[in-house]
């Protein structure tokens, strides 16, 4: 058991420089599953050690359906090969003396290598998200490994405000509006006429008691992710009336001006 827990638990971690992990006798010496146990509570720190080890670039964010061009800034001025994966271990294309071989991949008609060694996606979909890797070999034979992220969002779609509540109370009006988005990563932000509400980016739910002198004439939930945002408004009339559209709320408006001025009107 000894020597066994003595035997490398991670025999090789490509690119990171950081290729055997021996772990104490004492450490591990009771049963294998332990071991194995152990391997995965110290992966996070081999992640950190690769991290430091290796090169990252700002990750790319896109919209589903664009191309994308996942650069390098700082290449070596020469190298031999370099290979282009997806993750760790799927290699996408690797370049090698000005020929490109590409390799079976989900990629396989949507890559291609630029100029300046960019891997260029094509209609790229949510899971191409991940983290890409940049393998170079240089003059001297060594490899050097650049990390570089991809997040695709779908756009989002239009929020739809629902108006759960509008109760008088007082002199005021309690609301509860909501603008929820299922199954999306999306953050919310509620505006009134004199700016945007605290709320919360992750509260799709806006709650509030108004009164006559702090009312707003809308309220707009706008419903965002890292590549686009899209809106939905409801009005506001006193005392306490939500409508869909500023349409019925003028029109409103209009009759409770009107209403006082047709008899007056009338009776001229
Ligand atoms: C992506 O590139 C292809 C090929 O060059 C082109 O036909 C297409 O219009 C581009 N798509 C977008 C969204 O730019
Ligand atoms: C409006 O004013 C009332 C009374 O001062 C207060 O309780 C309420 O929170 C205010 N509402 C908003 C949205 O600021
Ligand atoms: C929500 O906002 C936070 C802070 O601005 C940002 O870090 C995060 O990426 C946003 N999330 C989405 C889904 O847009
Ligand atoms: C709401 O969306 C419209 C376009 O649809 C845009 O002109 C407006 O600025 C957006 N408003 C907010 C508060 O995001």
């Known amino acids: 058991m000894i020597s066994r827990a003595l035997e490398p638990l991670v025999p090789f971690w490509p690119g990171s420089g950081l290729s055997v992990v021996f772990l104490g006798s004492n450490m591990c010496s009771q049963r294998w599953e332990w071991c194995l146990a152990l391997e995965f509570l110290m992966l996070p720190h081999l992640f950190l050690a690769t991290s430091i080890q290796d090169h990252s670039e700002h990750p790319v964010t896109a919209i589903s359906g664009s191309n994308v061009s996942l650069q390098i800034s700082s290449l070596p001025a020469n190298y031999k090969q370099l290979t282009w994966l997806y993750t760790t271990n799927q290699k996408i294309l690797e370049w090698e003396s000005n020929r490109t071989n590409f390799f079976k991949s989900k990629f396989k008609d949507r890559v291609r290598l630029n100029q300046s060694h960019a891997l260029c996606i094509y209609n790229v979909q949510k899971e191409d998200s ?31 405000i629902e108006i759960r509540k509008t109760q008088k109370v007082n002199n005021g009006c309690h609301l509860q509006l909501s603008c929820m988005i299922p199954n999306q990563s999306i953050n919310y932000t509620w505006y009134g006429d004199s700016g945007p509400f605290s709320t919360g980016l992750q509260n799709f739910v806006l709650e509030i008691t108004v009164e006559p002198q702090n009312y707003s004439k809308f309220y707009t939930c706008q419903a965002s992710n890292p590549v686009s945002s899209k809106n939905d408004t409801v009005y506001f009339t006193l005392p306490c009336q939500l409508a869909r559209s500023s349409g019925v709320a003028w029109i409103a408006t209009w009759l409770m001006v009107m209403v006082p001025i047709v008899p007056g009107l009338i009776w001229t």
């Open 130 to 160: 991940s983290t890409y890797i940049l393998r170079v070999l240089d003059e001297s034979g060594t490899e050097k490994d650049w990390h570089i992220s991809l997040e695709v969002h779908d756009p989002v779609p239009k929020p739809d």
